[in-house]
C-alpha cells in the first residue's frame, strides 16, 4: 500500500468516526480545538488531513483507539477501562452528586426568601391601600 492510500484510509476512518459518533463537522470542530473551514479543506481534500487534526481528536476523544485511526486494526472505540479511570469517573459523579444537592439546598433557601419578601410585600400593599 502506498503513502497516498494510507492517508485516505486515515481520512476516510476519520469521517467514518465523525459519522458513527452521529455529531456535526462543527461540534466536532469546536471540541478539538480547530476552526471548521480548517476541517472541511482537510476532508474536501483541498488541504491533507494534518497530525494536530488527529492529536487533538485522539486527545478529546480518549474511547477513540489511536490504532483503528491510524492503521485501521482493532475496534473504533477502546472498550477496557483501568480502574484508575473508573475511580476518576466516580469522583466526578461524587462531586456532580453533591454539587447538585448543594445547589437544591441553595434554590430550597432562596424560595424561602422570595416567599417571605412577598408575603412583606403584600402587608405593604394592604397598609397602603388603607392610607
Do not use: C, P
Not at 472541511?40 to 474511547?63: C, K, P
Not at 477496557?80 to 466526578?92: C, G, V
Amino acid at each position: 500500500m502506498n503513502e497516498k492510500d494510507s492517508k485516505s484510509d486515515v481520512l476516510n476512518r476519520f469521517i467514518e468516526f465523525r459519522e458513527q459518533s452521529g455529531m456535526s463537522w462543527n461540534a466536532l470542530s469546536s471540541r478539538i480545538g480547530m476552526r471548521q473551514t480548517t476541517i472541511s479543506n482537510q476532508i474536501l481534500g483541498q488541504r491533507a488531513l494534518s497530525l494536530d487534526t488527529v492529536l487533538n481528536t485522539l486527545m478529546a476523544y480518549g474511547e477513540l483507539s489511536a490504532e483503528w485511526l491510524l492503521r485501521g486494526k482493532g475496534e473504533m472505540f477502546l472498550t477496557t477501562t483501568n480502574d484508575e479511570e473508573e475511580a476518576k469517573n466516580d469522583a466526578r459523579l461524587d462531586a456532580l452528586v453533591d454539587t447538585i444537592a448543594l445547589l437544591q439546598e441553595t434554590i430550597k433557601m432562596k424560595n424561602a426568601t422570595i416567599d417571605a419578601l412577598q408575603a412583606e410585600l403584600a402587608q405593604y400593599k394592604r397598609k397602603a391601600k388603607k392610607a
